[in-house]
């Protein structure tokens, strides 16, 4: 490890030919050199480490080279080239604004200037970062930069553009450098491979690019982490255990679970990457960053966008055959929604549990566009009660709100989960409830599509209703729900006989709710709730004034009657 150089400087290039990614840039500047065009002031700008400061070097050296080749590149032979190449160049000034920002930094600067070079043509100042300069040195500057001498070329160099005043971007001509496509990237990573005799995967190159985000500076000093973690052997699996990526093995995973809807294995599969320490909004992006790989794929026109590497091309082509487009539009637009949630959510996991329970139901058939229409929330209607209490509903539509907006979760889903989801319903009750059992025969296809017809049985339907009875505040409605059960009737008619016309009327103004929470429970809409009072003579008749009380304990007891004789008693 003796003299070990970093690749990123190792490996900078010395020529225009070998910059990657910024082909027509270098040619241009290449054409202004031998055409002997230059200008007094250069803007180069871009993003970090994709070769701003290199070209600034090579443009230097280029110009000062004493036997330019015919392409316009240096010789690298000369006196200039070689002082040049063993930094000992006086030609080249390079100042970074971002820790010599002040006015007497720009004034040292300027004294030089002044001075000619002694061999050469040009000196060139690179200032790096000249955001960064205060508004003072600006201004000192300002005015080297409208008269400068004439050997002197101004390299000013930013990742901000924006941030310059107008004054400067005028007096300067402006190169726009590229970010470096993955592609590039990767090959000049194998090139540099193959260089130091590391045995790399390709894969894995591409892994490093990725995360360099278009930077080969970046790229070069990530690979040296990774030569350095995995000993000269680079694989696909040391690199995303080094640099902590996630396994694309994984976003195929979710992305045919979310397909096949299934809400479950999509919530496991996702505890278990965040059980491993990856972070949720990595997750969030990694997955609106492979969906988006899908879709290029998905177009013979766009697939050049795809840049993820041919050893998984045949499988992002696979899996975009099976993606209908409209889902992957739909997917990538909630991805980016909850990643840009993300930050302000006080539940983040939760947030991301909706993300993909909401991606799961965006591909099931069941849900059609009539479907997506109810699981809107509709405001409850007026409801307007008479002067017994008894409700009557008037309006034509009795919405009932869905309890969750969960819908169309798959059954297996439900009985698992069913503890803490409730299903979700969303039907509208046309008509009354009563009217609704005398039109059934017509319901419109609209209702029936929202149809749920499951079998159930007497218990099932008694335990649904003592798992509403139990949550029931009112005590008198909750003592009732316990003390009369429903009975299950032909073709799904429940009827609830109570004693008294008050517990009559206390159920009835539940119905509504009664429905929506039984038919959600028993995945049955056709049911009918009917609340009635027993006969008076029934043999099971329940009494409920005094003098009803009073005739059936006589009944048990008759010595009441005696005792009510005997003392002269009378009956209100
Ligand atoms: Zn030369």
Redesign the pocket.
């Known amino acids: 490890m003796d003299n070990y150089i970093v690749s990123a400087r190792k490996y900078r290039p010395a020529n225009f030919h070998s910059v990657i990614g910024q082909k027509s840039l270098t040619v241009t500047l290449k054409n202004a050199i031998l055409n002997g065009k230059l200008a007094h002031a250069y803007l180069f700008c871009g993003p970090r480490g994709v070769g701003k400061t290199t070209c600034a070097r090579i443009f230097a ?1 280029s110009i ?5 080749h015919p392409d316009g590149e ?5 006196e ?2 070689k002082s040049f190449n063993e930094n000992r160049s006086y030609n080249i000034h390079e100042l970074d604004a971002a820790s010599n920002n002040g006015v007497d930094d720009i004034r040292s600067l300027i004294e030089q200037v002044r001075i000619p070079p002694q061999i050469g043509k040009y000196k060139v100042y690179i200032i790096d970062e000249v955001h960064m300069l205060s508004s003072g040195a600006f201004n000192a500057f300002l005015k080297t930069l409208e008269e400068p001498p004439h050997h002197a070329i101004f390299i000013l160099a930013t990742t901000e553009k924006h941030k310059l005043l107008p004054t400067i971007l005028s007096r300067c001509q402006i190169y726009d450098f590229n970010r470096i496509r993955i592609n590039d990237i990767v090959e000049y990573l194998e090139y540099v491979a193959q260089q130091e005799g590391i045995n790399a995967e390709r894969e894995a190159l591409n892994v490093v690019a990725q995360k360099a985000d278009g930077g080969m500076r970046d790229a070069l000093s990530i690979f040296d982490q990774v030569v350095s973690f995995s000993q000269g052997n680079v694989t696909y699996k040391s690199v995303i255990e080094n640099l902590n990526v996630l396994d694309s093995d994984y976003y195929f995973s979710l992305t045919d679970l979310i397909l096949q809807g299934n809400v479950g294995k999509c919530l496991l599969l996702l505890d278990e990457i965040l059980s491993k320490g990856f972070d949720g909004q990595h997750i969030i992006t990694g997955l609106a960053a492979f969906l988006r790989d899908v879709m290029v794929c998905k177009d013979a026109e766009t697939i050049v966008l795809f840049e993820v590497g041919d050893a998984l091309k045949g499988k992002y082509l696979q899996l975009a055959q099976s993606c209908p487009v409209n889902f992957l539009y739909r997917a990538l637009k909630m991805a980016n929604e909850c990643d840009l949630n993300y930050r302000i959510s006080r539940n983040k996991r939760l947030l991301m549990e909706i993300l993909f329970i909401s991606l799961c139901q965006l591909n099931q058939p069941l849900q059609t566009e009539d479907d997506k229409k109810k699981t809107v929330i509709e405001p409850i209607a007026a409801q307007s009660s008479n002067e017994t209490g008894q409700p009557t509903v008037q309006k034509d539509t009795v919405p009932v709100s869905p309890q969750t907006v969960l819908s169309n979760l798959p059954k297996e889903d439900l009985r698992k989960e069913s503890a803490n989801i409730t299903r979700p319903i969303s039907i509208t009750i046309k008509k009354t409830i009563k009217e609704n059992q005398e039109t059934k025969g017509t319901n419109s296809s609209e209702d029936r599509q929202s149809e749920l017809n499951e079998h159930f049985t007497q218990e099932d339907l008694i335990s649904a209703w003592q798992i509403y009875a139990q949550k029931e505040e009112d005590i008198h409605l909750k003592n009732t729900m316990l003390n009369f059960s429903p009975l299950l009737k032909d073709n799904c008619n429940i009827e609830i006989v109570v004693s008294n016309p008050a517990q009559e009327a206390k159920l009835n103004e539940k119905i509504p709710d009664l429905y929506s929470h039984l038919s959600a429970k028993l995945r049955n809409t056709t049911i009918r709730i009917a609340v009635r009072k027993e006969e008076p003579n029934s043999p099971t008749a329940q009494p409920f004034t005094d003098k009803e009380k009073y005739q059936f304990m006589a009944t048990k007891n008759p010595n009441l009657n005696t005792l009510i004789k005997e003392f002269g008693l009378r009956l209100d």
């Open positions: 050296k000062n080279c004493m036997k330019l240096a010789c690298n032979e000369c200039s080239c």
